[in-house]
């Protein structure tokens, strides 16, 4: 382990203070973050990133996701309407990426929003 991570977990220990859970502030996030990327760049895995900084690498895929945008939005879902003369965006070949690495392929828009309404 290396110095950096050695003062991330001292700067998490201060702020947990005796409490066993507790969220982390941006800025300790934001630091997180870069560290992970400069080990990577450097060829040390996610895996092995993470465990430096006491981590769990959830906690890291969430907060990366979130620094990219990569967040769920909104989707209006409307009546579905006849395929045949649907417009092209209808007959689209969809592909849903979820948590995990869960993927879905294949779907057109009546598919899809019969898969977020079963979600609902």
Known sequence: MDEAAN?????????????????????????????VEAARSRGVSFVHAAAALG?????????????RGAALR????????????APIFIKANIVV??????????LDVTSLATLMRSLS
């Open 7 to 35: 003062l991330f977990r001292e700067r998490v220990a201060a702020m947990r203070a005796g409490r066993r859970r507790c969220s982390y502030p941006e800025e300790l996030r934001a630091e997180a973050l870069s560290y």
């Open 97 to 106: 990426h979820g948590p995990s690495g869960m993927r879905i392929e294949g």
């Open 74 to 85: 909104v989707v209006r879902v409307v009546d579905a309407v006849d395929a045949a003369t």
């Open 55 to 67: 981590v769990d690498r959830s906690n890291l895929r969430t907060w990366g996701a979130r620094r």
